[in-house]
Every structure is written in structure tokens, then in C-alpha cells.
């Protein structure tokens, strides 16, 4: 299994009338800690790209929300990946606040696709030689 | 079953590197769709918390990917209530760019709580009273 | 002189916790605006970078807040160019609400660069062409 | 003079098409650096709306972009307070990328009102309390 954990300051502009962080915003913070999570592992998502021609859309996700995170919470956001991805790289993500209470629980899924052709693939080289030591079975 | 429609033009600041739509938007754009829904109904959100004192809080939301969306795209968004609302409430949406061709599918779930006390409560009457007529089965 | 009027919308997470639009929005807005101008011109900011290989950056912003915009409120967005572009392209906009009052006021300044090298240029040709019967005095 | 630091690291999804931050997000990391600075001193925006019932709303924006700012990029907000206020707040910031390279700079006017009565006020006492030990010349 893969993980990475990294932390988001909630920004004023990110909350909304009720005064609590719109539900829009946590796929956001998926997104920063699973780009962290590349980052931690030596291949970021734009290295991905520019060296490799492969881009990462996303194809379907899902988030269930706990708890209201408020304007000045600190978020600690846990990504993992817990398959070696195929044709399709599977993140899981909790997100907690500065009291450990659990905010959000998500699931994304992404695709890869030539950048150039926009056409579907399968998991590029670099993030299996990457990956396959956290998945050794 | 209740439906609602509306439009919406893809903004250039709600693209990103990609050249298509922030994975991220869809999430908002639903929320146009369903805030359209209860306009359409005389029943705007906002009235629900100014007079009623009841908040609608999003209890989860999924969203599938289906083809991007792009910088000048006009999409439709389709809301529709399948279920009288008992305890929550479920909007399924699906847009659709000019070209009729699906862009995402998905189904926000929506809780209701007291506005002062952040409790949670059941539908409210004036909800169910709007709403009855569509579900007379 | 170059106008245009655009009509928005304003969407629930532009709202914060005030209950009105968060001000960096309505940067947003102007650039709504100004890009509906280009397509009323029939020149549209993403043709003039894919078929002439020139982008608009953003060089300076001013904004200065009336009164604010609320959930609902439709906005009219009311661009406009008073001077021929050289180096430089200067778009005034005054955004009104449904009430016709005066939301807020802005001056964005944009440059000229070649989407390539990223080196400043002058206003393109197809600008020129495009804006000149505006301004023939 | 008050002087404040704050670093921000640069997320996808505030970046578009051209590969860079779009331009009104500076607008928001502005506010993060304000607030941020308010937090330094120990009198958080939140808690002189809450305890003391002003909002400070935002009376008018400037921003001149120097250099953009790409995905990753971690930046450093100087906010900087020159003047005691009276009717009004004015915060300077200077934005600098992890070279040390000059993204942009900006000028902020915040007015104060009453939150109940959204009425123009002056500096309240709080404030005044806070800042004078900074500006005693």
C-alpha cells in the first residue's frame, strides 16, 4: 500500500454562508494530497506529463462528508493507494482536523491518456517501477 | 419525480492545464441545477433557511466522468428528485454539452438541520408541501 | 469605443460567509465579460492564441467595491475598450445588479506575448483589423 | 509598521490553460496573508466580527502581475500594514516565488461596518489596542 499524508490550512474564501468549507472544495484537497502523494514518491504528476506524455483525468469520484470544516481549521488529508493500478489508479482519501475528528472520507479514480492523442492506456512504466515496491506480494 | 433544467457557460478560470472543465466544478455546477430546481418550484433554498430555519447540508456526493467539458462549452444540467424526501434528500444530475453529448452523471445526497442548532431534523413541511404533487402515487 | 454586455449569474460557493460575493469574483466576472466582448467580436481570446499563437496575460487589476452582490442576484456585466490597443489592451467594466445599481467598478490591463517563447509583443494584426472600425477618428 | 509572512504552496486547480496561477487568485492569497497577519497579532478577522460585531469588507482591489506563478510553486505573501487606520485599513503585499522572484504586488482597502446593522464605522477600539504599540512615532 502507498500512502501520504499532508496538511491544508482552510482558507476563508473556501467557506460559504453556513460558515463551513462549501463540499466542493474537499475534492480539491483530494487532489493536493494525492499530487503530494506523487510528490512524496519521487513523481509528480506534471513530471508524469512532460516526460512521459501521459495525463491522469479523473473518471469518477465520490466523497461522504462527517463533519464541517470551519475557517482556520488545519486539515490533515491521508491519501492511499492500496492496488496496483491496471488500467486505472484507484485514491482513497480521509480528511481530519486539528482535533482528529474525521471531516470527509473519498474515493477518486483516475484514468491515463496520451496527452497528445487524448486516447485511453494503461498505467505508464514509470509508475509501475515506482509503485511495484510498495505492492511486492 | 421532480425535474429542472438549466444552462450554464463554462467560465475560462473553471478550466485548468488540461484545457477542459476542473474535475472539481462539476460539483458546483450540480449545486446550480438543484438551487435552479427549487427556484423553479417557488421554494429557493435560501427561503427554506431565512423563514423555515433549515439548512441543507450535503451528506455525499458522486459524480462519474464522462467526456470533459470545455472553455466556451454551454452545458444543460438536468436535475431530478426520483424520491419524496423523507430524512434526506437525493438529486441525481446529468449534463450535457451543446452538442447533446453526456459530460458527467451524478447524485448529490442532502440532509436538513435545524439552522440555530446544527441537529438534524426530518424534510421540512414546506418542502413536503411543494413537493407532494410531483409524488402522488 | 468597444462595449459589451454580458448577463451572471451568482452561484451559491461564490457567496462567503457574509452572505455576499467574495470580491476576488468579480475579477472573475471581468473576465467574463471581456471574453463575451471578444466573442461578440467574433475574435475570441482562444482564437487568437491557437490560430495566431498570441496569449493575453493578465498585466494589472483594479477593483473597487459599491455595493455588494448577493445569492440570486443577476449581474450585468457591462465592458468596454475607449482606446486603440498597441503594447498594451485596457478594459474598463462596470458591473450592476438587477436593480440597476452599481456593484462594482474595474480597470484590467492586459499584455501581448507569443504563446512559444512567452516574449512580449504588440497588439496582433487580427486586432487591429477586428477593433480599428471602433475606433476610426 | 506591522509586518507579516505567510507561505502558500500553489494548488492545481488555481492554475488554467496558459500553465499558471490564474490571475485572480493572488487576489485571494492576499487575504491569506491578511488574515495571517491578523492571526500574528492575535486578533483573528473571525473574532473581531464575532466578539465585537464589525466585518471589515473589502472597499477596493490593486494587483500588478510581475512574474507568473506555476503549479508547485511554494510563495511567500508579505503583508505589510504602513499606516494606523482610521476609516479605513490599507494592507500592502508583495508576493515572491521560492527564488525569490517578485510574482506580484497589491494594495487592499478594507472599510468597517456594524455586522448587524452593515452600517460604516471606524477602527474599533480592539483593533487600535492591537496596533498602536506598532505605530507609536
Known amino acids: 500500500m502507498i500512502r501520504s499524508t499532508t496538511f491544508l490550512e482552510v482558507r476563508y474564501y473556501e467557506t460559504d454562508l453556513m460558515g463551513i468549507v462549501h463540499h466542493s472544495n474537499y475534492i480539491r484537497y483530494?487532489?493536493?494530497g494525492r499530487h503530494k502523494c506523487m510528490v512524496d514518491l519521487g513523481l509528480p504528476i506534471e513530471r508524469i506529463e512532460n516526460e512521459f506524455g501521459i495525463?491522469?483525468?479523473v473518471v469518477s469520484v465520490e466523497c461522504t462528508y462527517r463533519k464541517?470544516?470551519?475557517m482556520g481549521d488545519i486539515l490533515?488529508?491521508?491519501s492511499r493507494i492500496e492496488q496496483m493500478p491496471k488500467a486505472k489508479i484507484e485514491?482513497?482519501?480521509e480528511i481530519y482536523n486539528q482535533n482528529?475528528?474525521?471531516v470527509v472520507t473519498g474515493k477518486v479514480v483516475l484514468g491515463f491518456i496520451?496527452?497528445?492523442t487524448r486516447k485511453p492506456t494503461r498505467v505508464p512504466q514509470c509508475m509501475v517501477d515506482v509503485f511495484s515496491p510498495f505492492f511486492n506480494d
Do not use: G, N, Q, Y
Request: one cysteine or more; a negative charge.
Open 100 to 102: 482528529d475528528e474525521l
Open 55 to 57: 495525463m491522469l483525468p
Open 91 to 93: 485514491v482513497l482519501t
Open 68 to 70: 464541517p470544516a470551519k
Open 76 to 78: 490533515r488529508i491521508e
Open 30 to 32: 483530494f487532489e493536493c
Open 114 to 116: 496520451h496527452a497528445d
